[in-house]
């Protein structure tokens, strides 16, 4: 990405607070002055509100003809970052303890010896306490460091020796973490990436990780919340995926008494914790277990009240969801959008905007209530909007947003952007993972829909057994447990309302 758009970006995260620190750090600026010009540029983005790169350098340049606009925009994104992480040490306890140990390395170069071992003492003692492992590390690496400087003095070979014990039992415990995170790492990324799981290798490669997890967690006996942590997310995570949604929903309950047991951790965090509820909310959309999800919305919100804003912007974009989806599921089309209109307001008006994961499902939603009401040219406006976002590339919610889009040129007819489309899906993904994109494909990019009602009931009779497959394997129900495809395709052949059928396949789960 462009140095100036991820300012642009960057300029438009910011809170409130964010930018009256960064005024209180720049001072003044005066459209009549000659300083600080970097500030020029910062207010086009934030006051008048322009975020084409070309226009940004159009506005600083007509102020400053023989001004350096690259210079002055990083020199600006540099100011803004520095602000940013003067602001996270004083809230964060992790970014904190490092400015700490910064400090004490700089009262060692300056010979203030006391000061240095006392912060660093200090260091050691809340970070233990606190589980944050690696900066225990750091902060015992540079006391042994320090101290054979000054050639050891006033310890003992005994003392000494219990110093490297205690690195020692660090090194193995965050190695430990590491093991179990990577564990979890692997498995989201071949969940993610492999897509359905049929063949034997599959299912044997699959298994073998869950043993290995398996193992490792119990083989340790000293367990840290952030080890419970791991494990439990990786249980969760692969029942899931393989379709135990009452297994998943119990170990999902397990982690939130875990962190409603451990609030003061800084493993557990209010992100961390919101994804946890998050985790439950999709669980129960998956069993279709509506009436349920009320409660945990709740502690979404009663979360998101404490929380900082970008905390609060992320809790609402939740709850927009799991709100929105109950209605979406069964084909209520229309209380979707009342559902959307009371939202509306207010994520646009945050002062922080959603991340680019939640700005892409915000838009997919929103593309798929006017697909239920046959808005197709909104549709392929808010998917176009979507495609634009420069992450999008990185999101495995890309595949559902690129099949609507195609979806889109179908119901409009523009089908030289149909076959432009799915030729590039083929390509950017090499081997389909999920059969459900492989049908989707085939039956977008045919030559059309047979004109007689009989003929496109004998293709639906003869699609069919397949479509049902696909609805009851619990692989595919990553993708369609977003949007049912097959519903839609359905709704094609059969001239069946759309609606009608979501609600059918809704209740009779």
Same mark, same amino acid.
């Given at each position: ?83 940013? &992480? ?13 400015? *700490? ?10 010979? #203030? ?214 209605? #979406? ?45 046959? *808005? ?30 195609? &979806? ?89 309302? #759309? ?11």
């Amino acid at each position: 990405m462009k140095r100036i758009d991820s300012l642009v970006m960057l300029v438009r995260s910011l809170t409130k607070a964010e930018r009256k620190a960064f005024a209180m750090r720049c001072g003044e600026f005066s459209e009549a002055s000659d300083g600080k010009r970097y500030l020029a540029v910062y207010h086009a983005i934030a006051q008048r509100n322009i975020s084409d790169a070309q226009e940004i350098r159009r506005a600083f340049l007509e102020r400053y003809p023989d001004g350096a606009f690259d210079v002055e925009v990083r020199y600006l994104y540099d100011k803004i970052t520095d602000t940013l &992480m003067s602001l996270r040490a004083g809230k964060d306890v992790v970014a904190g303890l490092l400015a *700490n140990i910064g400090r004490a390395c700089m009262f060692f170069e300056r010979s #203030l010896y006391e000061d240095c071992f006392e912060l660093l003492e200090d260091v050691i003692s809340h970070s233990r306490s606190l589980g944050l492992n690696e900066i225990l590390l750091l902060a015992q690496k540079y006391e042994l460091e320090f101290l054979l400087t000054l050639d050891f003095p006033d310890i003992t070979e005994r003392e000494l020796f219990e110093r490297h014990m205690l690195q020692r039992k660090t090194l193995k415990s965050i190695g430990l973490v590491t093991e179990h995170a990577s564990l979890y790492n692997l498995l989201r990324q071949r969940m993610l990436h492999i897509g359905s799981i049929h063949t034997p290798e599959q299912r044997k490669m699959m298994s073998d990780l869950v043993m290995s997890e398996f193992y490792s967690f119990r083989a340790e006996s000293d367990k840290s919340f952030e080890l419970e942590r791991n494990h439990r997310m990786f249980q969760a995570s692969y029942l899931m995926e393989t379709g135990d949604i009452e297994g998943a929903l119990n170990i999902y309950n397990s982690l939130y008494q875990l962190f409603e047991s451990n609030t003061g951790n800084p493993a557990s965090t209010i992100s961390r914790y919101l994804s946890v509820l998050e985790g439950i909310l999709r669980a129960l959309r998956v069993a279709r277990r509506y009436g349920d999800m009320g409660v945990f919305l709740e502690r979404v919100r009663r979360l998101a009240d404490s929380a900082t804003a970008d905390i609060r912007t992320n809790a609402l974009c939740i709850q927009f969801q799991y709100e929105l989806v109950p209605y #979406l599921d069964c084909g209520d089309f229309a209380t979707c959008r009342e559902v959307m209109g009371r939202y509306r307001e207010s994520l646009l008006e945050k002062e922080v905007r959603p991340v680019p994961v939640r700005e892409c499902e915000l838009q997919l939603y929103s593309a798929l209530v006017e697909l239920g009401l046959g *808005n197709w040219k909104r549709v392929s406006r808010i998917i176009a909007s979507a495609m634009l976002n420069q992450n999008i590339k990185y999101l495995p919610l890309m595949r559902t947003i690129r099949l609507v889009r195609l &979806m889109a040129y179908y119901e409009l007819g523009e089908h030289d952007l149909l076959q432009y489309e799915a030729r590039s899906i083929s390509r950017s993904r090499g081997k389909i993972a999920f059969a459900t994109e492989r049908v989707m494909l085939r039956f977008l990019t045919n030559a059309g829909l047979p004109p007689m009602q009989r003929q496109r009931m004998a293709m639906w009779h003869k699609m069919r057994p397949s479509l049902e497959r696909l609805g009851a394997d619990k692989y595919e129900r990553r993708l369609l447990s977003i949007f049912d495809f097959t519903a839609w395709i359905e709704s094609k052949l059969t001239g069946e309302n #759309l609606r009608e059928i979501l609600k059918r396949k809704t209740t009779s789960d």
